[in-house]
C-alpha cells in the first residue's frame, strides 16, 4: 500500500493509546473535509503510544492537510489537538493516478484485520440545471383515501394553471396517514400550498398541507451484514462533510447519515452505491416524515406471518384455571401488538393489525414484530414456574392431604399424577418459590419418617445450658448431621438433658463424640475485683454467660467450683476475649462517706433494699466510711450516682467564703436574685460581716459555691475617704438618697463605715494572692501569680503573638474572644501599615471582657535548639520592648507571661530565666526613672507559675513570702543585710521586712521565720501536731486547722489510721479546705523534763516532714512551734533543734524540690516569738534582735522640721531649703517658673494660662517651636515679661508617677543651666483632676530622687506655690510626713497667734503692739475634719467609679465657701474665740483666718479674712453667727470711740477725800449722754453699788447705803475754740445738733446748686446743717496738720455721701466709720467713698429710700490732700515717697479723679444732711 499511497505525514496528540479504534478515527479524520484531506491510509499500533503515520495518495491532498492551521479530533468526551509535520526523510515521489474509481479503506468487520477494497461507484449521468428549491408537499390527515383520489383531489387544486397531471408524482405514507406530492416545478408546488386553503374537498375533509422541509438526511438501505459505523462514516464523507456522531444504524442492514450541507443529500442520492461488490441504495430521509421517501418503489406494508410456540402443560393447566395468570401474559403481550390463543399447550401468536397504523416506526416494527415477540413472550412466561414431586406409594396417601393443605390460598394449581407418583405444582414463579421448599421437605420428611420408624433408640446426657452451647456454637451438631442426617438431637433446659434419638450404632458414637468434646474444654479462674466476684457468686452463672458472652457471639461460659468462679472455653483465645469482655461489662465504684451516720439512716436502708429489688444486675456493699457498688457496668453507675447522691444530700458540711463586709452585702442584697434560686431548698446560705457561710448536704455546698466564687469574682469594690467639712454628716442625713439612687442607677451598694474599717488601697475585694512578690531596691514591685491572663487587672497585659498578628491560638486568642472582634480588626490594620519582625512590640487597646486597660502584643521568637543564643536574645528583645512600651505610656502596672513558651518551643525553665533577666537588665539600665511599679507575671499553669517564681529567685534573690508591699512606701523601709557565717559555717543572707525574716543556705533553702496564724498559710504542706488519739478536736494548732479545713480533715485522717497511734508517727491527709496541698499530722509527746527521749523524737519528727514533702516533691513546707505548749517543751530546745534539722535537710538531701521552710509563730505569742528571733539574731545577725527589731518605727524622713513663718511652711533637705506657700506663681522672682501645660504646650487654662498671657506672645511662640521638636515632655524658654530668668515648661499627666518623674528632671534642667531657685505650682491639680494629696506626695518624692542623685548642685531654693488656699494643709501634710520625726499636733488654741493682738486692740495700743510684732502675715488653720470612708460595691469598675464620681458630685455641690473680710475680726474676745471653735465641732464646718499685714504700715492694722466651709445650710449658719458677733464687735467699737470723744469734750468726775477724780469712760459717758437728752436723773454703778445722780449737778445718792456723793462735770472745751461764725447757737451740753436751713438762704442755696449740678431730676425735701463742735475740732485739727505735712492748703474738697436714714444718727454723733467699708463698694479699697458729683451717691445703692421712698445724702468736707490711685484690697494709701510717707486718699483717676476713699474717719467732716426723693 505504500506505493499506492506514497506521501506521508506524521501525526502527533495527546491521546490514550488503549482508546478502542483509535486508528479507523485518525482515518475518518483525514479521509473527511474537516482536515481537508482525502484518500489515505494510517499505520498505527499501541506501541507507538501518541504518534501514527498518514499517508496520501497525491501530494496535493497531502499540502492541503499541512496548510491546515489548526487540526483537532473528538476522542470520546475530549477534544485532542493534533500536531502533523512531514517526516525527517521524504524522499517519495508522487505518482499519477487516472483512475475514476475512488478507493477506501476501511473496518468492515469489528476485531478482524483491516482488508483493502475497491468499491466502485457509477457516475450519474449529466443533469441539465434545475431548481433545488422546494418541490413536494405533504398531505396530511387523508383518511384512508386512495392515491386516485388524491391524485384527482390535487389535479382538482391546479385546475387551471399551467400543470398537468404528469407533472406531478403522489407517494402514499399510509402508516402516518399521508401522502407526499412532488411536482416537477417549485412553483407549481407553491401554487399548490397557495390553492389548497380554499379548496372545498380540503376544508371538509380537514385534510392538512404543508410543504416538504430541506432534509440534510439519507437512509442508506440494503447494507451488507455487520457494516460498521466508522466505515460507513468514512464512506459518506466523501460526498459531503457529516455530522459528529451523524451516523446511526436503523436495522442491522439499514443506516440513517446526517450531513452538514443539506445540498449533499441530492450528491448522495444522485450516486450510485456499493459496499464490499454489494449494491445498496440510498434514499432522503425526512425527520418530519419518520420515513425515507422512495418514490413509485414505495414497499407496501403487510402483517408479519403468525407462529406457534410450545408452554409447559402444567403451566398451560394454571393459564385454564386462573384466569388472572392469563391476563398478566395477554395483557404483556399486547404492548409487542400480539394476538394469543391458548386453546392448547401449543400456544398461537398472530400480529395485531394495529401494527400497520405506527406512523414512521411502523416498518421497522414489521420488521422486526417475531423477535420482538417471542422476547416478550419469553419474558411473560419466565414469570411462572412449575415443578414436580415424587411420592412412594406407600406415603402418597400421608403426604397428599399436606401438600393440598400447604398450598391451600396460594395461587398455584396442583395438578397430581397417581399412576407416576408425582404431584405438579404451577404457577407464578415468586408463589412456587415460596412454597416449594416446604413442599419438599414435608415429603423428604414424612418419606424419611416412615422408613426409620422401626430401627431407632434413645439416650440421654447430663450437661448444663452453657456448656451446652459452648459445644454445639461453632458446628458440632451440624458435624453430626452431615455425618448421621437422621440422627435427632434434642436438649432440655429445664433438665439440663441432651437427648439422642436414632440408629444404636449412631447414637453411641454421637454421645462418645459428645463427652469427649466436654472434656477437652479449657478452665481458667477469673482475676477481678472481689467486689465483682462477689457480685459473681450471688447470680445464676448460667444466665451470666448467656448475658456476657454468648448473646455477644463469644463462646465463653462461667462456671464455680464453690470458692471460684472460672471461665471455660475451647481455647485459650476465646478466653482472653471472655475476660476482656468481663473487665469491660462488669466492674465496680466506690466512693467514700464522710458523715458515716448517714448509712444508719433507715431512708438509707430503704434506698439500698429498693436498688436490690428493681436493680437485679448489681450489688451493693457498705462499712463504716465506704459504699461499693458492682455488677454490670451500664448500670452501677446510676446506681453508684444515685447513692452518692443520697450521702452528698444529707452529708452535711460547711463552706466559708471571706469577701470585704460591704461585698457580702452587695452579693447578699443586691444579688440576691442570681444566687436565690440555686440555693432555694438545698443549703443554708449566712451573710456575717465578712464571711459567707454555705452549709447544708454536701452534694448541694458544692454545687452552690461555685456560685457565689462567681459572683464575688465578678463584683468590684472599693473605699473611698472624703476629706470634707460636713461631708460625714451630709451623708448620714441623705444616706438613704445616696443608697437608693446608687443602687437605681449605677446598681452599686454604698455604705458608710468607720475609720478602721477599710483598706488602706481602694482595691476590689478579690486580690489575687501573689505565689511570690519581690521589691527591688529601685522601688518596682515583680511579682509572680497563678491567675488568668483575661481577667487579670492591669494597666496593660502581654500577649504573645507572630508577626501577622493573627490572633489564633494559645493566650492570644484568649485575649481576642475576651476582648471581641475590634483587638483583631485593629491587629489587621496595624499589619497593613507597618511589617513586624521578631522581638518587636505593639499598643493596642483592650476592651471587652478585659480587665486591663491595653494590650501589648510582643512577636516571641520561635525556639532554635541549634541557636539558643540567639532565640535568648530574640526573647529579651520582646520583653525589654514590651517594657520600653508600658514606660512610654506612662504604665504602673504590667502583666507578662511565659512569652514563647507554648508553640513556640521556648524550655520553660530557659524562658522564664530569659523573661526575668530582660526585666532586670531594663531596670538596672533606666535606673529606676520608669513609670512602672509592678511588674506582674503571670500563668495559670502550676508548672510555669513555679519556674517563674524559681527564675525570680534566682535572679533577684529570696524574698519573704510574707511580705507585705503598701503602695507608696518608701524603698528605704526595706533594707538587706549581709550576714556573716554562724557558729553553724551556713553561709546565708537574711532578710529583715515587717512581720517576717527571711535567709537563705548555701544550698539554697530559704527558711523563714514568720508571725501570722498557721492555718492560713499557702504553702504547699503544713505540720500539725496531735496527740496519739489522732483527735483534731483538741490542742491549739489542731483545733485551727481543723476550722479552717471542715469536718472532712478529720475523716481523711481516720482513714490513714483506726484506734490510736505511735508516737513519732507522721500521716498525710490531704488539705481539704486549707489553702495548702497537704497536711503531715505529727503524733508528738509531751515533755517529760528531760528524762525520756522526747528530744530526740522532736528531731526525728522535723526530718520524717521534711523528707517526706522532699520525697513527695512539694516546693514549701510550714511549721509551728512543736511543743512549745501544752506539750511543755522549752522554747529555746524547740528553736534549736527544728533549725538543726533543717540545715541538716539542706546540706545532706541528694534532690531539692522543697525550696522553703517556714516557722509560722502565733502573733500573741510573745515568749516564742522572742525565743526564735533571738535565735536567729544570735546564729545570723551577731546581735541582739530587740538592738534591730524591725517592728519599730524608724527615721526614714528625709526633711528636717518643718516651720512656718508669715504662711510659709520651710524645710530643708539635702542643703536645699524647700518653701510650700500660698500665693501667685506670675509673681515669683525664682530664677525659674515651671508652668504646668500639656503635650503641645499649648495649654492655656488655669495657672498656666496666668503664666502664658503675663509672659507675652514670644514665649508662646518659642514654646511652638520647642514643641515641633523631640522632647522628653519637658522644655525650656525664655521669661518673656516674667521676673524670672527661664520658664521650664512640662507636659501634666493624671499620672502621680509621672509628675514625680517631670519634677525630678525639671530639678535635674535647672541645676545642669546653674541656676538656684525654681517655683512649681500645684502640678495636675487642674484638668488632670488629681487629689492634692497625690500631688503633694510626687511633688515631694521628685525633690527627693533628685537630691538623692545629684546631692552636689548649684541648686538652693525650691518654691511649691499653690495658689487654692484649701489645698495648702495637704501639702503641709506631706512635708510632715517626710520630717525627721512625726509630725506634731497643734495644741494651742486657732486663735493664740492674734490673742497679744485683740489684747493690744481693746486695750488702745493697738499700733504700738503691731510694731512690735513686726506686721507680718499668718494664716491659721481650721479645726482638723473628720474624713468619711465610704465602701462602694458594684457590677463592673465602670459602676463603681460612677458611683465614686455621683458622691463625690453629691457632696462637692453641697460644699461652699463664705469669706468675711473685716477688720473687726481680730477684735473678737477670748469667748468670741471659743464660739468660733465650737462653731467647727458643733456645726461641721471648718474656719480660716488669713491675716494680711500692710507691708511698709507697720502699727496698721492689716486685713483679716475668716473663710468657713462646710455644707451650704452649716456655712449659712456658722456665717450668720460669725455676722452676729461682728456687729457686736463694731457695736463695740463704736461705743468705744463715743466714750473716747466724750472723754475729750467732757470730763464727769466725783469727790472723795476732798479731792474730785475722774469716773471711768462708760460711766463719763452714760452721764453725758442723759445730760443731752436733758434727763433729771440716772443710775450708775460706782464701785460695786448703784447711784441715782441727779443731773446736772449731782448729788449722787447710793441707793442701798443712802450715802450721797458729790460730782461735776468739767467742759474741756475752751471758749478760744474756733467755730463758724454762721453756726446756730448751742446748749453747753449738746454733743451735737441738727438745723434745718431756710430755702432762701445763700447757705441753702450753695449747698443745692452743688447738688442739682449733676441731680437736676431730683426733688430736695430739706437740708440741714450738722454742728458737732468736737468732730469739727478734730477735722480742723488734722487739717492743720495735714496742710503742714503736704506743704500746701489745697486739701480740702467738697464732696457728697450717701448713706441710709439708719446711720444718720451714728455719723451726727461719732461721724463716718470705715470698717463698714465693702458693704457697698470696695473696688479703690476699704475706707469711706465719697463722690464729687451728687448722681453718683444718689443711687439707691448709696442713699437708700427709706419707708416713704426719701433718701439721703451729706455734703462733707474731705481732706482729700495729695491721693493717688487706689485698687482693691487697700486697707491703707500706698506710700509715696521713700520716707515711708502715705498719701492720704486714693481715688479713681488722679488726673480726674469723681470718687475719693479716706482710710481716717476723722479726715471727713459731714457738713449738711440732704432729704431728697
Known amino acids: 500500500m505504500a506505493g499506492e499511497f506514497p506521501y506521508a505525514l506524521c501525526v502527533e496528540g495527546q491521546w490514550d493509546p488503549n482508546t478502542p479504534k483509535l486508528k479507523n478515527k485518525l482515518t475518518i479524520y483525514f479521509q473527511s473535509k474537516k482536515s481537508d484531506g482525502g484518500d489515505c491510509e494510517v499505520e498505527y499500533g499501541v506501541s507507538d503510544r501518541q504518534t501514527a503515520t498518514v499517508r496520501f495518495k497525491t501530494e496535493e491532498v497531502r499540502q492541503r492537510v499541512l496548510n491546515k492551521q489548526r487540526h483537532e479530533l473528538k476522542i470520546g468526551q475530549k477534544t485532542v489537538k493534533i500536531i502533523v509535520s512531514l517526516p525527517s526523510s521524504d524522499a517519495s515521489v508522487p505518482h499519477e493516478s487516472t483512475s475514476s474509481v475512488s478507493t477506501i479503506t476501511g473496518e468492515p468487520h469489528c476485531e478482524e484485520e483491516e482488508e483493502e477494497e475497491e468499491e466502485e461507484?457509477?457516475?450519474?449521468?449529466?443533469?441539465?440545471?434545475?431548481?433545488?428549491?422546494?418541490?413536494?408537499?405533504?398531505?396530511?390527515?387523508?383518511?384512508?383515501?386512495?392515491?386516485?383520489?388524491?391524485?384527482?383531489?390535487?389535479?382538482?387544486?391546479?385546475?387551471?394553471?399551467?400543470?398537468?397531471?404528469?407533472?406531478?408524482?403522489?407517494?402514499?405514507?399510509?402508516?402516518?396517514?399521508?401522502?407526499?406530492?412532488?411536482?416537477?416545478?417549485?412553483?407549481?408546488?407553491?401554487?399548490?400550498?397557495?390553492?389548497?386553503?380554499?379548496?372545498?374537498?380540503?376544508?371538509?375533509?380537514?385534510?392538512?398541507?404543508?410543504?416538504?422541509?430541506?432534509?440534510?438526511?439519507?437512509?442508506?438501505?440494503?447494507?451488507?451484514?455487520?457494516?460498521?459505523?466508522?466505515?460507513?462514516?468514512?464512506?459518506?464523507?466523501?460526498?459531503?462533510?457529516?455530522?459528529?456522531?451523524?451516523?446511526?444504524?436503523?436495522?442491522?442492514?439499514?443506516?440513517?447519515?446526517?450531513?452538514?450541507?443539506?445540498?449533499?443529500?441530492?450528491?448522495?442520492?444522485?450516486?450510485?452505491?456499493?459496499?464490499?461488490?454489494?449494491?445498496?441504495?440510498?434514499?432522503?430521509?425526512?425527520?418530519?416524515?419518520?420515513?425515507?421517501?422512495?418514490?413509485?418503489?414505495?414497499?407496501?406494508?403487510?402483517?408479519?406471518?403468525?407462529?406457534?410456540?410450545?408452554?409447559?402443560?402444567?403451566?398451560?393447566?394454571?393459564?385454564?384455571?386462573?384466569?388472572?395468570?392469563?391476563?398478566?401474559?395477554?395483557?404483556?403481550?399486547?404492548s409487542h401488538f400480539c394476538e394469543m390463543d391458548f386453546q392448547s399447550s401449543a400456544v398461537k401468536i398472530s400480529p395485531s393489525s394495529s401494527l400497520l397504523n405506527r406512523g414512521g416506526q411502523t416498518r421497522k416494527l414489521i420488521q422486526t414484530w417475531k423477535e420482538n415477540a417471542l422476547s416478550g413472550f419469553s419474558v411473560a412466561m419466565s414469570n411462572f414456574k412449575s415443578i414436580e414431586l415424587h411420592i412412594q406409594k406407600d406415603a402418597w396417601t400421608e403426604i397428599q392431604p399436606e401438600i393440598q393443605n400447604t398450598v391451600m390460598g396460594e395461587a398455584v394449581t396442583l395438578v397430581p399424577c397417581t399412576d407416576e407418583g408425582t404431584i405438579a405444582v404451577a404457577g407464578l414463579k415468586e408463589d412456587v418459590d415460596r412454597i416449594e421448599g416446604i413442599l419438599r421437605q414435608t415429603v423428604q420428611r414424612v418419606t424419611q419418617r416412615i422408613q426409620r420408624e422401626k430401627g431407632s433408640e434413645t439416650d440421654e446426657i447430663k450437661i448444663t445450658p452453657s456448656i451446652y452451647t459452648l459445644l454445639f456454637c461453632d458446628g458440632l451438631e451440624q458435624q453430626i448431621q452431615d455425618k448421621f442426617p437422621e440422627m435427632d438431637i434434642t436438649y432440655h433446659a429445664h433438665s439440663q438433658k441432651l437427648t439422642l434419638y436414632g440408629l444404636k450404632d449412631e447414637m453411641l458414637e454421637t454421645k462418645n463424640d459428645i463427652l469427649e468434646a466436654v472434656l477437652n474444654l479449657i478452665r481458667k479462674p477469673i482475676e477481678l475485683h472481689q467486689s465483682v466476684l462477689d457480685f459473681l457468686h450471688k447470680k445464676d452463672l448460667e444466665e451470666m454467660s448467656k448475658v456476657l458472652f454468648f448473646n455477644k457471639e463469644i463462646n465463653v461460659a462461667l462456671e464455680s467450683d464453690g470458692k471460684r468462679v472460672l471461665l471455660v472455653g475451647k481455647t485459650d483465645n476465646d478466653l482472653d476475649v471472655g475476660e476482656k469482655r468481663l473487665q469491660t461489662d462488669l466492674g465496680h465504684l466506690s466512693f467514700n462517706v464522710e458523715d458515716p451516720s448517714v448509712l444508719t439512716r433507715s431512708d438509707w436502708q430503704d434506698l439500698v433494699s429498693h436498688i436490690k429489688n428493681y436493680v437485679k444486675n448489681v450489688t451493693i456493699q457498705t462499712s463504716i466510711n465506704q459504699v461499693v457498688v458492682s455488677g454490670f457496668v451500664e448500670s452501677i453507675k446510676d446506681v453508684e450516682q444515685e447513692l452518692n447522691d443520697f450521702v452528698q444530700k444529707n452529708s452535711h458540711i460547711e463552706k466559708t467564703l471571706k469577701a470585704h463586709k460591704t461585698v457580702v452585702t452587695f452579693i447578699k442584697d443586691h444579688k440576691r436574685q442570681d444566687w436565690l434560686e440555686e440555693v432555694k431548698g438545698k443549703v443554708n446560705v449566712d451573710f456575717k460581716d465578712e464571711t459567707i457561710m454555705i452549709s447544708g448536704p454536701k452534694l448541694y455546698v458544692t454545687e452552690c459555691v461555685p456560685v457565689f466564687e462567681d459572683l464575688l469574682t465578678s463584683a468590684h469594690h472599693c473605699t473611698m475617704k472624703i476629706v470634707k467639712p460636713g461631708a460625714k454628716k451630709f451623708f448620714k442625713e441623705k444616706e438613704s438618697v445616696c443608697v437608693t439612687c446608687a443602687k437605681t442607677n449605677m446598681n452599686c451598694l454604698v455604705q458608710l463605715i468607720d475609720e478602721y474599717d477599710h483598706p488602706h488601697d481602694t482595691v476590689q475585694s478579690q486580690i489575687i494572692k501573689p505565689a511570690y512578690q519581690y521589691k527591688s531596691h529601685e522601688g518596682i514591685e515583680i511579682t509572680v501569680n497563678k491567675a488568668d491572663m483575661c481577667s487579670f487587672q492591669a494597666d496593660a497585659v502581654v500577649g504573645a503573638c507572630k508577626e501577622t498578628l493573627l490572633l489564633d491560638g494559645g493566650l492570644a486568642k484568649a485575649l481576642s474572644d475576651a476582648a471581641g472582634p475590634k483587638l483583631q480588626n485593629a491587629c489587621d490594620k496595624l499589619v497593613k501599615r507597618r511589617k513586624l519582625t521578631?522581638?518587636?512590640?505593639?499598643?493596642?487597646?483592650?476592651?471587652?471582657?478585659?480587665?486591663?486597660?491595653?494590650?501589648?502584643?510582643?512577636?516571641?521568637?520561635?525556639?532554635?535548639?541549634?541557636?539558643?543564643?540567639?532565640?535568648?536574645?530574640?526573647?529579651?528583645?520582646?520583653?525589654?520592648?514590651?517594657?520600653?512600651?508600658?514606660?512610654?505610656?506612662?504604665?504602673?502596672?504590667?502583666?507578662?507571661?511565659?512569652?514563647?513558651?507554648?508553640?513556640?518551643?521556648?524550655?520553660?525553665?530557659?524562658?522564664?530565666?530569659?523573661?526575668?533577666?530582660?526585666?532586670?537588665?531594663?531596670?538596672?539600665?533606666?535606673?529606676?526613672?520608669?513609670?512602672?511599679?509592678?511588674?506582674?507575671?503571670?500563668?495559670?499553669?502550676?508548672?510555669?507559675?513555679?519556674?517563674?517564681?524559681?527564675?525570680?529567685?534566682?535572679?533577684?534573690?529570696?524574698?519573704?513570702?510574707?511580705?507585705?508591699?503598701?503602695?507608696?512606701?518608701?524603698?528605704?523601709?526595706?533594707?538587706?543585710?549581709?550576714?556573716?557565717?554562724?557558729?553553724?559555717?551556713?553561709?546565708?543572707?537574711?532578710?529583715?521586712?515587717?512581720?517576717?525574716?527571711?535567709?537563705?543556705?548555701?544550698?539554697?533553702?530559704?527558711?523563714?521565720?514568720?508571725?501570722?496564724?498557721?492555718?492560713?498559710?499557702?504553702?504547699?504542706?503544713?505540720?500539725?501536731t496531735l496527740s496519739s488519739d489522732l483527735n483534731l478536736g483538741v490542742g491549739a494548732i489542731s483545733i485551727a486547722l481543723l476550722k479552717a479545713a471542715g469536718p472532712q480533715l478529720q475523716v481523711l485522717l481516720n482513714q490513714q489510721v483506726t484506734g490510736s497511734a505511735n508516737v513519732g508517727a507522721v500521716f498525710e491527709t490531704a488539705g481539704a479546705n486549707l489553702k495548702n496541698k497537704l497536711v503531715f499530722h505529727a503524733v508528738v509527746p509531751h515533755w517529760n523534763q528531760g528524762q525520756g527521749n522526747e528530744s530526740k523524737m522532736l528531731e526525728d519528727i522535723v526530718d520524717k516532714c521534711l523528707g517526706q514533702a522532699e520525697q513527695r516533691q512539694q516546693s514549701s513546707i510550714v511549721f509551728s512551734a512543736i511543743g512549745t505548749g501544752n506539750l511543755g517543751f522549752p522554747k529555746p530546745l524547740v528553736?534549736?533543734?527544728?533549725?538543726?534539722?533543717?540545715?541538716?535537710?539542706?546540706?545532706?538531701?541528694?534532690?531539692?524540690?522543697?525550696?522553703?521552710?517556714?516557722?509560722?509563730?502565733?502573733?500573741?505569742?510573745?515568749?516564742?516569738?522572742?525565743?526564735?528571733?533571738?535565735?536567729?539574731?544570735?546564729?545570723?545577725?551577731?546581735?541582739?534582735?530587740?538592738?534591730?527589731?524591725?517592728?519599730?518605727?524608724?527615721?526614714?524622713?528625709?526633711?528636717?522640721?518643718?516651720?512656718?513663718?508669715?504662711?510659709?511652711?520651710?524645710?530643708?533637705?539635702?542643703?536645699?531649703?524647700?518653701?510650700?506657700?500660698?500665693?501667685?506663681?506670675?509673681?515669683?522672682?525664682?530664677?525659674?517658673?515651671?508652668?504646668?501645660?500639656?503635650?503641645?504646650?499649648?495649654?492655656?487654662?488655669?495657672?498656666?494660662?496666668?503664666?502664658?498671657?503675663?509672659?507675652?506672645?514670644?514665649?508662646?511662640?518659642?514654646?511652638?517651636?520647642?514643641?515641633?521638636?523631640?522632647?522628653?515632655?519637658?522644655?525650656?524658654?525664655?521669661?518673656?515679661?516674667?521676673?524670672?530668668?527661664?520658664?521650664?515648661?512640662?507636659?501634666?499627666?493624671?499620672?502621680?508617677?509621672?509628675?514625680?518623674?517631670?519634677?525630678?528632671?525639671?530639678?535635674?534642667?535647672?541645676?545642669?543651666?546653674?541656676?538656684?531657685?525654681?517655683?512649681?505650682?500645684?502640678?495636675?491639680?487642674?484638668?488632670?483632676?488629681?487629689?492634692?494629696?497625690?500631688?503633694?506626695?510626687?511633688?515631694?518624692?521628685?525633690?527627693?530622687?533628685m537630691i538623692g542623685k545629684s546631692p552636689q548642685s548649684t541648686l538652693k531654693l525650691v518654691r511649691l506655690v499653690v495658689f487654692q488656699a484649701p489645698m495648702l494643709p495637704e501639702f503641709l501634710k506631706s512635708m510632715q510626713y517626710r520630717e525627721n520625726g512625726p509630725a506634731k499636733q497643734e495644741k494651742e488654741s486657732t486663735w493664740s497667734k492674734i490673742k497679744t493682738y485683740a489684747k493690744s486692740l481693746i486695750s488702745g495700743s493697738w499700733e504700738k503692739e503691731m510694731k512690735q510684732q513686726g506686721g507680718k502675715d499668718f494664716v491659721i488653720e481650721g479645726v482638723q475634719v473628720d474624713p468619711v470612708f465610704l465602701s462602694i460595691c458594684g457590677p463592673s469598675q465602670a459602676e463603681v467609679d460612677k458611683t465614686k464620681h455621683f458622691l463625690e458630685d453629691m457632696i462637692t455641690q453641697e460644699q461652699v465657701f463664705q469669706s468675711i473680710t473685716d477688720t473687726a475680726i481680730l477684735n473678737f474676745s477670748d469667748k468670741d474665740q471659743q464660739r468660733i471653735q465650737d462653731l467647727q465641732s458643733t456645726m461641721n464646718v471648718t474656719i480660716r483666718l488669713d491675716y494680711k499685714a500692710h507691708k511698709g504700715s507697720e502699727g496698721t492694722s492689716g486685713q483679716a479674712t475668716l473663710t468657713v466651709q462646710g455644707l451650704s445650710r452649716d456655712v449659712l449658719k456658722a456665717t450668720q453667727e460669725i455676722q452676729e458677733m461682728l456687729k457686736t464687735a463694731k457695736e463695740d467699737e463704736i461705743l468705744k470711740k463715743e466714750m473716747d470723744y466724750t472723754s475729750e469734750l467732757v470730763d464727769w468726775q466725783y469727790e472723795q477725800g476732798g479731792q474730785y477724780k475722774s469716773f471711768d469712760q462708760r460711766t463719763n459717758w452714760e452721764l453725758e449722754k442723759a445730760l443731752g437728752s436733758q434727763a433729771p436723773d440716772i443710775k450708775i454703778s460706782f464701785q460695786g453699788q448703784t447711784y441715782q445722780v441727779k443731773l446736772p449737778e449731782g448729788p449722787a445718792v447710793s441707793t442701798t447705803g443712802g450715802n450721797k456723793m458729790n460730782i461735776q462735770r468739767i467742759d474741756r472745751l475752751k471758749a478760744t475754740e474756733s467755730i463758724p461764725q454762721h453756726w446756730d447757737a448751742m446748749a453747753p451740753n449738746d454733743l451735737y445738733q441738727k438745723f434745718n436751713l431756710q430755702p432762701t438762704s445763700t447757705e441753702y442755696k450753695d449747698v443745692l446748686g452743688r447738688f442739682q449740678a449733676t441731680c437736676p431730676n431730683n426733688k430736695v425735701l430739706k437740708i440741714e446743717r450738722i454742728q458737732n463742735p468736737g468732730m469739727w475740732k478734730n477735722y480742723q485739727n488734722n487739717k492743720s496738720v495735714m496742710e503742714k505735712k503736704n506743704g500746701h492748703q489745697k486739701n480740702e474738697e467738697k464732696l457728697f455721701h450717701g448713706t441710709s436714714e439708719q446711720t444718720i444718727n451714728h455719723i451726727n454723733k461719732s461721724g463716718f466709720n470705715r470698717s463698714y467699708a465693702g458693704k457697698n463698694a470696695a473696688a479703690y479699697g476699704n475706707g469711706t467713698y465719697f463722690a464729687r458729683n451728687a448722681s453718683y451717691s444718689s443711687s439707691n445703692t448709696y442713699s437708700v429710700p427709706n419707708a416713704q421712698g426719701h433718701k439721703h445724702m451729706y455734703l462733707c468736707r474731705v481732706l482729700a490732700g495729695d491721693f493717688t490711685k487706689g485698687a482693691g484690697g487697700m486697707i491703707v494709701p500706698p506710700t509715696k515717697n521713700t520716707n515711708c510717707d502715705l498719701y492720704d486718699t486714693v481715688v479713681d483717676n488722679p488726673a480726674a479723679p469723681t470718687i475719693f476713699v479716706v482710710f481716717r474717719d476723722d479726715n471727713a467732716y459731714p457738713e449738711y444732711l440732704i432729704t431728697f426723693t
Open 1135 to 1345: 528553736v534549736c533543734t527544728m533549725l538543726d534539722s533543717a540545715f541538716t535537710f539542706s546540706s545532706k538531701r541528694s534532690s531539692k524540690h522543697v525550696k522553703e521552710v517556714v516557722f509560722a509563730l502565733h502573733p500573741k505569742d510573745t515568749q516564742t516569738i522572742q525565743a526564735f528571733t533571738d535565735e536567729f539574731s544570735k546564729r545570723f545577725i551577731g546581735q541582739s534582735a530587740s538592738a534591730s527589731n524591725p517592728t519599730q518605727p524608724q527615721s526614714t524622713g528625709p526633711f528636717s522640721k518643718v516651720t512656718t513663718k508669715s504662711g510659709i511652711h520651710e524645710t530643708t533637705v539635702g542643703g536645699i531649703t524647700l518653701q510650700v506657700l500660698n500665693g501667685d506663681i506670675t509673681t515669683e522672682k525664682t530664677d525659674v517658673i515651671v508652668n504646668s501645660s500639656n503635650k503641645e504646650f499649648t495649654l492655656k487654662s488655669g495657672v498656666s494660662k496666668a503664666i502664658m498671657e503675663k509672659a507675652g506672645p514670644n514665649v508662646e511662640a518659642e514654646c511652638q517651636q520647642l514643641a515641633a521638636k523631640t522632647n522628653s515632655g519637658l522644655i525650656m524658654t525664655q521669661a518673656g515679661n516674667l521676673q524670672c530668668k527661664k520658664i521650664i515648661h512640662i507636659s501634666a499627666q493624671s499620672n502621680a508617677i509621672m509628675i514625680q518623674k517631670h519634677v525630678k528632671k525639671a530639678l535635674e534642667m535647672c541645676a545642669k543651666e546653674k541656676l538656684t531657685s525654681i517655683a512649681f505650682p500645684a502640678i495636675g491639680t487642674g484638668q488632670a483632676g488629681l487629689s492634692p494629696g497625690q500631688v503633694a506626695d510626687s511633688m515631694m518624692d521628685g525633690v527627693v530622687d
Open 838 to 1024: 521578631t522581638g518587636d512590640a505593639v499598643l493596642l487597646d483592650a476592651g471587652g471582657r478585659l480587665r486591663c486597660k491595653h494590650v501589648i502584643l510582643a512577636i516571641g521568637p520561635q525556639y532554635n535548639p541549634s541557636k539558643p543564643q540567639e532565640s535568648e536574645k530574640l526573647l529579651k528583645k520582646a520583653v525589654k520592648k514590651s517594657l520600653n512600651v508600658a514606660d512610654q505610656e506612662s504604665f504602673q502596672s504590667l502583666a507578662i507571661p511565659a512569652i514563647s513558651s507554648g508553640a513556640f518551643g521556648f524550655p520553660l525553665d530557659l524562658c522564664a530565666c530569659t523573661i526575668v533577666k530582660a526585666i532586670k537588665e531594663f531596670c538596672d539600665f533606666v535606673e529606676g526613672d520608669i513609670a512602672l511599679r509592678k511588674i506582674h507575671l503571670v500563668d495559670n499553669n502550676d508548672k510555669t507559675v513555679q519556674a517563674l517564681e524559681a527564675a525570680v529567685k534566682k535572679i533577684y534573690g529570696v524574698s519573704s513570702p510574707t511580705q507585705i508591699i503598701t503602695a507608696g512606701s518608701s524603698s528605704s523601709s526595706q533594707q538587706q543585710i549581709q550576714a556573716s557565717s554562724s557558729p553553724s559555717q551556713h553561709q546565708i543572707t537574711a532578710l529583715f521586712q515587717g512581720a517576717s525574716q527571711s535567709f537563705q543556705t548555701k544550698e539554697g533553702l530559704t527558711i523563714t521565720l514568720m508571725k501570722g496564724n498557721i492555718e492560713d498559710t499557702t504553702m504547699d504542706v503544713v505540720v500539725n
Open 121 to 334: 461507484t457509477v457516475e450519474p449521468p449529466e443533469k441539465k440545471e434545475e431548481d433545488t428549491t422546494h418541490r413536494s408537499a405533504v398531505i396530511e390527515n387523508i383518511q384512508n383515501s386512495g392515491q386516485e383520489f388524491l391524485t384527482m383531489l390535487v389535479e382538482n387544486v391546479l385546475k387551471g394553471s399551467s400543470a398537468e397531471s404528469n407533472d406531478f408524482s403522489i407517494e402514499m405514507i399510509p402508516e402516518s396517514n399521508c401522502a407526499v406530492v412532488t411536482f416537477s416545478y417549485s412553483k407549481d408546488a407553491n401554487n399548490f400550498i397557495v390553492s389548497c386553503p380554499s379548496n372545498g374537498i380540503i376544508k371538509r375533509k380537514n385534510i392538512k398541507v404543508r410543504l416538504l422541509e430541506m432534509t440534510s438526511k439519507v437512509k442508506a438501505e440494503g447494507l451488507p451484514p455487520n457494516t460498521n459505523l466508522d466505515y460507513l462514516m468514512l464512506y459518506f464523507e466523501k460526498f459531503g462533510e457529516v455530522e459528529d456522531d451523524g451516523v446511526t444504524m436503523e436495522t442491522y442492514q439499514s443506516a440513517i447519515i446526517t450531513f452538514k450541507n443539506p445540498e449533499d443529500v441530492q450528491t448522495v442520492i444522485n450516486h450510485q452505491h456499493q459496499i464490499k461488490k454489494q449494491p445498496f441504495r440510498v434514499l432522503p430521509y425526512y425527520e418530519t416524515l419518520q420515513t425515507a421517501l422512495y418514490g413509485k418503489d414505495r414497499p407496501t406494508l403487510r402483517l408479519p406471518e403468525e407462529f406457534t410456540e410450545k408452554i409447559d402443560k402444567t403451566i398451560w393447566h394454571h393459564f385454564k384455571e386462573n384466569q388472572k395468570s392469563l391476563g398478566l401474559v395477554t395483557q404483556a403481550m399486547s
